[in-house]
């Protein structure tokens, strides 16, 4: 009678090949030492693996798709009504939760970033980076619509910008030996991009003018003033 498979194996050896690929790389990692640390044989690997670049394959594809659902777990529609604090305390949420998976998967994150690595599974950024774009648009177009942001906006070209700057923060994050403060990180990376996005009206009532800026107490900034006396002195000669 045949042995009904192990349900547990492929877990196990996903979780060696993890380890392994953190500590020698891809090309340095065998078969042999991951099913060694798993306690399983080779056999056994190779029931599910055609080789270990299919099980990094494997632990890519399981990263970029978990790191996915964050993305797209809500989207605007004509249903939604929230105001800008309400959508500005999501995309914080969302952000944090990402970024939260992000270092709890930077093994395999940090893998496939990598200079050496990256060409060949350049596919998988690629589609997550279209994907993440496609939401990003589709959240200004929100902000747009309802006067949050810039009517002029280019959705495109900030979509590309915004998502750019996210990849490079991954990047920058699966890096480091020590988790830094991710609320404050993500908090000052917001405020950045919403400052910039902001719809005129709202500066202005802010007190902040986007053509003049002023310094303490409405004054004319000292660089300001230093160029409009040497044209005034220009023209006076």
Known sequence: MARPPDK?????LLAAALIEFDEHGV???????I??????????????FESKEAAFLALCESAFAGLGEFI????PSSSLDWGLEALRAHWLETDLRAFEYVWQHRPILR???????????????????????????????????RGFYRAELDIAITSMAIGGA??????????????????????????????????????????QSPTKPRGPAGEEPVAAKTRRASRHAALRG
Request: some cysteine.
């Open 8 to 12: 547990t194996a492929r877990a196990d």
């Open 72 to 75: 797209g777990a809500v989207t």
């Open 166 to 207: 996210y990849d490079r923060l991954a990047r920058e994050l699966v890096r480091l030996e020590k988790k830094p403060d991710l609320a404050r990180w993500l908090s000052q990376f917001q405020a950045t991009f919403v400052e910039g996005l902001a719809a005129r009206e709202r500066a202005t009532k802010r007190g």
């Open 27 to 33: 090309e340095r990692a065998t078969v042999e030492a």
């Open 35 to 48: 099913t060694s640390r798993a306690g399983r044989s080779k056999g056994a690997f190779y029931l599910h």
């Open 111 to 145: 893998l496939v970033l990598s200079v050496g690595m990256c060409g060949r599974f350049a596919y998988l950024v690629d589609a997550f980076a279209t994907v993440a774009r496609e939401s990003i648009a589709r959240w200004l177009e929100y902000g747009v619509e």
